[in-house]
């Protein structure tokens, strides 16, 4: 697989035969081989990255996974993101009505950076307008990321 971000593509075919516990090297290219061939990696695939102050991380997931992201494969696993806590800084200029914090004045706030997988570009569009719509900002910080399929041969 490859993961895309603005300019940069990481490999990381060496991390899922590492993520599949070490079993025999013949086993680890059939589970891979599947998991490449499957029908499920013919659909596009999005990851939706948002940033949301902690009182609003459970509104704002809540809300994409309703929307149906964050499921894999095929509702197996539902509900599934990764989080990670950070701090987001923002200057409100004159035109601007801040949820938080006051025009002018240089705000920090306790956010949660939240990754989460978009099967199909219509589940992905659904996704971000209830984003939009369940966050507090007045423009919520997200991002979209279009994940490449790879096939991986021996």
């Known amino acids: 697989m490859l993961f895309t971000s603005i300019g940069h593509t990481t490999r990381i075919s060496a991390l899922i035969c590492r993520s599949l516990l070490s079993p025999p090297h013949s086993v680890q290219s059939s589970l891979i081989r599947s998991y490449v061939s499957s029908p499920l990696m013919d659909q596009d695939r999005f990851k939706l990255v948002f ?3 902690l009182s609003h991380v459970e509104a704002c997931k809540d809300a994409v996974f309703d929307a149906g992201a ?6 197996k696993y539902t509900r599934v993101c990764f989080q990670s806590p950070g701090t987001g800084q923002f200057l409100p200029g004159g035109d601007a009505n801040p949820n938080i914090g006051k025009v002018g004045a240089l705000e920090f706030v306790e956010e949660m950076r939240v990754e989460v997988l978009c099967m199909g570009r219509t589940t992905m569009q659904e996704a971000v307008k209830a984003l939009v719509k369940a966050h507090p900002y007045e423009e919520p910080g997200y991002e979209v990321y279009k994940l490449e399929n790879v096939s991986i041969e021996e």
């Not at 964050?70 to 509702?75: F, K, L, N």
Request: overall charge neutral.
């Open 51 to 53: 940033f949301a102050p």
């Open 70 to 75: 964050g499921q894999y494969p095929q509702g």
